[in-house]
């Protein structure tokens, strides 16, 4: 009897016991916490921390919607424009690694942007920059697409948004550059370039191919204090076997809201440096411009600009434009900018646009 007893309750006791470890085996554990995204002050507002990583990530870009009538107000013509900007940096010992894109997505007619061979935008999506750069302390290597140093280096034209690029020699292909920045507000650049375009032409092939070596080479300086800037570039197109040169000074008022600047540019020939109006000069001719505009700010709502623009151009004769427009920011985020131009190429002729953009 007695050795049953304890059969019996080593039986249950060992039922017990294995209840409470099937007890055990089905009570959840404590969920872990969620790492929110956390804001990256680093760089800038607007970044944050992918999480997980030491990636700071930043998100921009704009809506465009731009009229603009045809020359002598004959007619008009329209474009929308959808841009992402998408901006990647973190720390590493070779300094801060950088990416970033913006991603195009256009359609319906440009205004004095696309090239002369097309005419338009038509409905497309597209890489419209896109590079890598290592910014170390005293300077800064770029690999990728991107506008060219001798579009951009020096500021991008005069202040007006309807310069078309031909008048300042803008381009955009694929760089390999490395800047140099001073301590005293000097920086210096050297770049070698895709040169996309075929013999002779200003209209990029595409997609870029060439069956020679053609890589083009700029180099430039520049000034930079809280006036102003001052500096110059140059260019060698390899395709045409020609160069260009372009000089400016850019001013601003202290304390007024006024800022000013002055661009020469040179071309010893056809290619990538030849800066137009109109129809392009003969082959083989040099070419001279200038540029200039004035710019006031009145309030944080209102801009006023005014830009002339004079070209030596043999095709045509001496000629020249005159841009006068108004930048209005009723609210945050949002822009309006109509201009009126006089272009004296040809017969002489008035245009105007009028363009709306909201920015985030």
């Known amino acids: 009897m007695k050795i049953k007893s304890l059969l019996i309750g080593s039986a249950a006791l060992m039922t017990v016991s294995t209840g409470s470890y099937a007890a055990d085996a089905v009570v959840m554990a404590a969920p872990e916490p969620v790492e929110y995204v956390r804001v990256c002050d680093v760089y800038g507002a607007g970044f944050f921390y992918i999480p997980g990583t030491e990636t700071c990530l930043k998100f921009g870009g704009y809506y465009r919607m731009q009229w603009g ?13 959808f841009q992402l900007n998408v901006d990647a940096r973190s720390e590493t010992e070779w300094g801060t690694l950088r990416a970033y894109a913006e991603l195009r ?15 338009y935008y038509g409905d497309r999506t597209y890489l419209n920059q896109g590079y890598i750069e290592v910014i170390g302390n005293s300077g800064t290597l770029r690999i990728g697409k991107s506008d060219t140093p001798y579009a951009r280096f020096l500021g991008y034209g005069d202040a007006t948004i309807a310069h078309d690029g031909n008048s300042y020699a803008f381009r955009n292909t694929h760089e390999i550059s490395y800047t140099f920045r001073g301590g005293n507000g000097f920086s210096a ?59 400016a000074v850019r001013f601003k008022a202290p304390n007024s809201g006024i800022q000013a600047g002055l661009l020469v540019m040179y071309a010893s020939g056809a290619g990538a440096y030849r800066v137009t109006n109109g129809p392009a000069p003969a082959a083989g001719l040099a070419t ?37 427009g108004l930048e209005l920011t009723p609210v945050a985020g949002l822009q309006i900018a109509p201009e009126i131009r006089y272009n004296s190429a040809g017969a002489g002729a008035w245009d105007g646009m009028v363009r709306f953009q909201r920015n985030f």
């Open 288 to 324: 001279w411009s200038a540029m200039g505009y004035v710019k006031g700010s009145f309030s944080p709502k209102i801009a006023a600009v005014l830009a002339a623009q004079w070209f030596d151009n043999a095709a045509l004769a001496d000629n020249w434009t005159v841009t006068g």
């Open 189 to 247: 650049i050297i770049a070698l370039l895709d040169n996309a375009n075929a013999a002779g032409s200003s209209v990029p092939v595409v997609p870029p191919a060439s069956t020679t070596w053609a890589t083009d080479i700029e180099g430039g300086v520049n000034f930079q204090q809280g006036w102003g800037s001052v500096g110059l570039i140059l260019g060698y197109d390899s395709v045409n076997s020609t160069w260009g040169a372009k000089g």
């Open 69 to 81: 009538s045809t020359a002598g107000w004959a007619g008009y013509n329209n474009y929308s424009r």
């Open 105 to 119: 997505a256009d359609y319906g007619l440009g205004y004095n942007l696309a090239p002369a061979a097309a005419g």
